[in-house]
Structure formats: structure tokens, C-alpha cells
């Protein structure tokens, strides 16, 4: 928009020397024109130079032109941010997008081993595992009771099977979150599964291996300047109640 007026500016003082285009001489004229014509060029308006190189313009009209020339660029500069700023926009919303595509929740499946009880009953084992595809076996019965068995498969972050320890299952779940929370991230690691699945046994040891490297983390120097604070609570949520387990489980 600057830019637009000091041009405007320059090419009015420039004219003004002339005399009148109508009135001037033929060289004064044809000079005058030719600046015009260039400025205007230069703009991009050379459209307005055909009429002024053919028939001429009052000097004292002059004003109003550049006004008009004025109105013009700036419409075509402010349609030019616009675009720019489109594209700004349009450059946020893909770095968002590809912001948002990172993955910031993780599913694990740990398979447990048959209990006693199935075993006892000889029930099959069928569920298994491979890499991070964990196959369900089915066994089903055609209309002519013919036995078949249906496959279904899960596709998680990761798949545990049967033989893995406690020490595997930190390391995988819990363990690589621990440095985002330093990161002053949340983070949330919880245990889902029906009544038997295994929850208890798996999650027991989780939060002991979890406080043992938090704690080996706000020792460190980079962390320990900043004063961090470590408070802890522990609660059990059974039958739409909650209990303090460190307050006798009020």
C-alpha cells in the first residue's frame, strides 16, 4: 500500500513538470504519455494506458486518475494478502493435521495363559499371537452342523503373549512414558478387561517400577534445578464407589 503511493507520488511530480497532456507540445506530450504508460505497466494496469495515449488528459484531471490507480492497487495488494494469508492459513491447518496424526494413544493386549479351572476342563487355547496381530480361533458349526473355525484379527500397538514378565510389560506400557511427563505432559496408563482377564496380577507391580524411575528422574540435574514435586495418591473404584487406599480406604 506504501509502495503503491510513493509510485503514484513520483509519477504525478513527474507529469507535472510537463504542462497539460492535451496541451502539451508533441514531444512534452509523447514523453508524458510514454511515463505513464511504463508506470502503469509496471503496476500492472497497462490497461488504462490506451486511452490516455490516444486522446489525451487535462492535467488538472490528473489527481482523480491517480486516485483511481490508487483504488486499484491497493485492491490488488490487499487481494494479494489475502492470498498469502490463505496460504498461511492453509500451511497451519496441514501442519496441524500431520500435529494430529501422531499417534497420542497407544492400545497393548497382553494375553494371560489358560487357568486352572480351563485346563481342567480341557477348554482350548484360542487365542494367538503374532507380533502385534492378535488372532482370535472361533469355533463354529455350518447349517448341516459341520465343524469349521472362524478367524478374527486385532491389529494393536503391541500384543504380549502368555510367557512375557511383569518386567516386559513395564518396559513396553509404561516405562517410555515416564520421560513426557517431564515434558509437563500428561500421562495416563490404565488397565481394562473383564473380571478374570488378569488386571490385578498385571498392573500390581506397575506403579512400584513407575515411582522408582520418576524418582530417578527428578534426581537428575536438568530436573532437579526446577523443583519439581512428586505427589502421590492411590484409589480403588469398585461398585460406583471410590476408597483411599492411603487413608485406610475412606
Known amino acids: 500500500m506504501q509502495q503503491s503511493n510513493a509510485a503514484a507520488t513520483a509519477f504525478y511530480d513527474h507529469a507535472g ?40 488528459i487535462d492535467q488538472r484531471l490528473l489527481p482523480n486518475l491517480l486516485m483511481q490507480v490508487n483504488v486499484l492497487l491497493i485492491a490488488k495488494e490487499q487481494s494479494s494478502a489475502d492470498a498469502s494469508a490463505s496460504s498461511f492459513i492453509a500451511n497451519e491447518k ?11 494413544i497407544k492400545v497393548m493386549v497382553r494375553k494371560r495363559p489358560l487357568n486352572k479351572k480351563e485346563i481342567s ?26 465343524a469349521y473355525v472362524e478367524k478374527h484379527e486385532f491389529c494393536f500397538d503391541a500384543v504380549l503373549d502368555e510367557h512375557v514378565t511383569n518386567d516386559e510389560v513395564y518396559r513396553v506400557t509404561v516405562e ?24 490385578t496380577f ?15 528422574f527428578l534426581h537428575q540435574p536438568v530436573y532437579h534445578s526446577q523443583r519439581f514435586k512428586l505427589w502421590l495418591s492411590y484409589f480403588e473404584i469398585y461398585d460406583g464407589k471410590l476408597f483411599d487406599l492411603l487413608s485406610d480406604r475412606k
Request: charged share 20%; aromatic share 6%; net charge neutral.
Open 121 to 146: 476342563q480341557k477348554e482350548d487355547d484360542i487365542v494367538t499371537v503374532d507380533e502385534n496381530v492378535l488372532t482370535v480361533h472361533e469355533p463354529k458349526l455350518k447349517v448341516d452342523l459341520t
Open 202 to 216: 498385571t498392573m500390581q507391580p506397575l506403579p512400584l517400577r513407575a515411582a522408582q524411575d520418576l524418582i530417578r
Open 176 to 199: 517410555p512414558i515416564i520421560p513426557i511427563i517431564f515434558q509437563r505432559t500428561k500421562a495416563t496408563c490404565f488397565v481394562y478387561g473383564q473380571t478374570g482377564s488378569g488386571k
Open 94 to 104: 496441514e501442519i496441524s493435521t500431520r500435529e494430529n496424526n501422531v499417534a497420542k
Open 17 to 56: 513538470g510537463g504542462g497539460s497532456f492535451n496541451n502539451a507540445g508533441p514531444a512534452g506530450g509523447d514523453a508524458g504519455d510514454a511515463v505513464m504508460a511504463r508506470w502503469l505497466q509496471s503496476t500492472g494496469l497497462q490497461h488504462l494506458a490506451f486511452p490516455l495515449t490516444s486522446t489525451g
